[in-house]
């Protein structure tokens, strides 16, 4: 468990006319999931590798629970860090299994102790032990490649997580069992995530917080709600939002930022939808039971209700220019 | 075929010793190449300009016929026999396994090295643990080149007093009676570098890691050291 927090972080690579990273601040809590959204070249990878120091920052800090990581020795600091490369990098002398003990194993744990951690990890990001732990990466996928990269990883069960487009090369649907192993483990053993995606779905569904950057500077740090219903500016706007942002505030916002006080409309006698419903469970449900506002329960408590009305007013709020205030949190 | 046999169980015709002598002036010089073109090649393969001088000079000393280099060791360390013979050859070993490990490390999938270094590998272990193994195959086929290079150049030492087989050819030509002499040693340094070959052929495909052999290769080959010395390898 580990708090990871960037303090007017830039980086200016050598001949370079203007920093890749610039000025940036912000901060993960202990156990969150960050996602670095942005478009290519606007300093996510530059970011991510400053944290395990392999790259020093022209200036600023970055602290790991409270201590500058440029006091930490880099190796040691590294050995702590879970790093899913973006070329994926697995080494090609090595099988499968060998590649993702080698974590522990430069640790110092032999390779007896590991067999079954390997092959729980590789059931874990589905690859069938049986078959695959003797294989050698040019025999993988690209995509297969990529999960025994994520398993690499997760060997040592580092507290903090790096990973840079770690399911890039993955299918829709392989994708998806992915990011809900990665929930899956993260309710377990929380690690403190930093998540670099191109993929705006990904990002609102995997992130306890989004970080939007733009030509190395941060535009934009906030919950996947808070982007979706407030976002800085245009730039922000087009990038979750795009041609799909009704569709998109629908799938990801949750019932509660359109709800408003008392019952309203709601029947009280009907079947009430939990507070961390999305706003499409919500007209799915008014659909099918034909009514035009609903109740909402946390903990078996009302706290209020939405209605068309309300839901209308909060989606449109949100992809309006100026984004109007949250309803309720 | 009778004469053959006679000649070299001649005791006069000391055939065993100048076997033993011969493999021993292959052997040295091996060695040595190895021990100083391994350790230099890790040392200057990061350093572009380190690596871009010894790559040129390194060819520069091949393009020096040894026979060259032979005399100059000569007039140099102004005496005959094995030391001035050892070390002319073993300039003959340097370049090709030197070139080797510069061109191996230099291709070894930076993706690789990064993710070595990302999860915390210290210097020397993303060397012996990634590098090396990768490098191993190219540098062997560079130790092979050099090695049958030196077996085939050995008669050449016998100018300057190297013994061993050529000492055979030398008499040989030296007297048209004595052709006995120049067909033994001929067809002996032959034999000594198809076995010399056929030794380090099998040590490169020892030193080749399973997962980089050529039948293992998938749809995307692309990862891997190049093979510059052994292309006929390609091909196994
Ligand atoms: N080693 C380097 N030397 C010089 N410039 C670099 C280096 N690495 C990256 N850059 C530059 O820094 C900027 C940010 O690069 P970075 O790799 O961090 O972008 P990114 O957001 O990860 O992009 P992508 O989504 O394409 O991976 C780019 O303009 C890039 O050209
Ligand atoms: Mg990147």
């Known amino acids: ?329 | 075929m009778g004469e053959l046999i006679q000649y070299i169980t001649d005791p006069a015709n000391t055939f065993a010793d100048h076997t033993r002598d011969t493999i021993v002036l292959c052997l040295v010089p091996i060695v040595l190449s190895l021990l100083i073109a391994l350790p230099l090649g890790v040392l200057v393969a990061r350093q572009p300009v380190a690596a871009f001088l010894a790559t040129n000079v390194s060819g520069l000393v091949r393009a020096i016929p040894t026979f060259a280099v032979l005399m100059v060791m000569l007039l140099l360390l102004k005496q005959i026999g094995f030391t001035p013979s050892a070390i002319a050859l073993t300039a003959l070993g340097v370049p090709p396994i030197l070139l080797n490990m510069i061109a191996g490390l230099r291709g070894v999938d930076p993706a690789a090295i990064d993710a070595a270094r990302g999860m915390g590998m210290t210097r020397p272990q993303v060397l012996a643990r990634v590098e090396l193994p990768l490098v191993l195959p190219v540098a062997a086929a560079g130790v092979r080149s050099a090695a049958v290079q030196i077996v085939a150049t050995v008669p050449l030492a016998a100018l300057i007093g190297g013994g061993g087989y050529g000492e055979y050819i030398l008499n040989g030509l030296s007297n048209e009676a004595n052709a006995i002499d120049l067909f033994v040693g001929a067809v002996s340094v032959a034999l000594l570098a198809l076995l010399t070959e056929a030794i380090f052929a099998i040590v490169q495909r020892a030193v080749t890691p399973a997962g980089l052999r050529a039948g293992l290769q998938a749809a995307d080959a692309a990862i891997g050291p190049t093979d510059i010395e052994a292309p006929r390898e390609k091909a196994a």
């Open chain 1, 1 to 329: 468990m580990a708090t990871i927090e960037f303090v007017d972080v830039t980086k200016t690579y050598p001949g370079a006319l203007r920093p890749a990273v610039d000025r940036v601040s912000f901060t993960v809590p202990e156990g969150a999931i960050c996602m670095l959204l942005g478009t290519s070249g606007s300093g996510k990878t530059t970011l991510l590798r400053m944290v395990n120091r392999l790259i020093d920052p022209t200036s600023g800090a970055i602290l790991i629970d409270g201590t500058p990581t440029t006091q930490r020795d880099p190796i040691t600091l590294r050995r702590g860090i879970g790093y899913v490369i973006q070329q994926v990098g697995l080494f090609p002398h090595m099988t499968i299994a060998e590649n993702v003990r080698v974590v522990p194993s430069i640790l110092g744990r032999p390779a007896s102790e590991m067999a079954a951690r390997v092959d729980e990890l590789l059931e874990l990001v589905g690859l069938e032990p049986g078959e695959y732990r003797g294989r050698y990466p040019r025999q993988l996928s690209g995509g297969q490649q990529q999960r025994v990269g994520l398993a690499r990883a997760l060997a040592a069960d580092p507290s903090v997580l790096l990973m840079d487009e770690p399911f890039g090369a993955l299918d829709a649907i392989t994708r998806e069992r992915m990011q809900e192993e990665l929930l899956r483990i993260q309710r377990g053993v929380r690690k403190t995530i930093l998540f670099v995606s191109h993929d705006v779905g990904e990002a609102l569904k995997l992130g306890d917080q989004i970080v939007v950057m733009s030509e190395g500077r941060l535009i934009q740090q906030g919950t996947p709600v808070e982007l979706l219903a407030h976002p800085a500016d245009d730039f922000v706007r087009r990038l979750i939002g795009g041609n799909d942002s009704i569709l998109r505030q629908f799938e990801y916002l949750p019932v509660t930022t359109a709800l408003e006080p008392g019952t309203g409309e709601a029947d009280a006698s009907d079947e009430a939808l939990a507070a961390d419903a999305t706003l499409l469970h919500a007209l799915l449900r008014m659909m099918q039971s034909g009514q035009s506002a609903l109740r909402i329960e946390r903990d078996g408590a009302t706290i209020g209700h939405v209605s068309l009305a309300s839901i209308s007013r909060q989606v449109q709020a949100g992809s309006a220019s100026t984004g109007a205030p949250v309803t309720a949190q």
